[in-house]
């Protein structure tokens, strides 16, 4: 179901059946906080993108993980602090998860066939 025909039959329920945001959600099928912002008309708004501490350290992060791409989280807060960072650790954890690799196997898995044992 598309956004428009929800908000469609919310507004359809109150004004014309007069239902309580309670009917309505389990009439629609979504959450009463949501009909709630329908109504208010919340929902037809869009929401404003919030700024991040880490907004104007983008930019070093960048280009510090394609100078060397395995750096590790910490490296990275203790140079952001260098820089006058003031936000968390775990924002930095968050945000540079993107960019770190993921560790590779340093084996290979073994693969049997049905009913046979390794040494076989």
């Known amino acids: 179901m598309d956004e428009e ?16 945001q309670r009917q309505i959600a389990q009439a629609v099928g979504i959450g009463r906080g949501r009909v709630g912002r329908i109504l208010k008309g919340a929902d037809l708004a ?4 919030k700024k991040s501490v880490l907004d104007e350290y983008i930019h070093l992060i960048v280009h510090w993980y ?10 990275i807060y203790e ?4 820089y006058g960072y003031q936000g968390s650790y775990p924002l930095v954890v968050l945000f540079s998860r993107e960019y770190r690799r ?3 196997n340093v ?10 044992r390794g040494s076989d």
């Open 5 to 20: 025909s929800i908000i469609q039959r919310v507004l359809h329920f109150r004004q014309v059946e007069h239902l309580t």
């Open 66 to 75: 394609k100078q060397h791409p395995r750096l590790k989280a910490t490296q």
């Open 107 to 116: 084996y290979h898995p073994l693969v049997f066939f049905a009913g046979r």
């Open 102 to 104: 993921p560790k590779e």
């Open 79 to 82: 140079r952001l602090k260098e």
């Open 46 to 49: 869009k929401p404003i993108p």
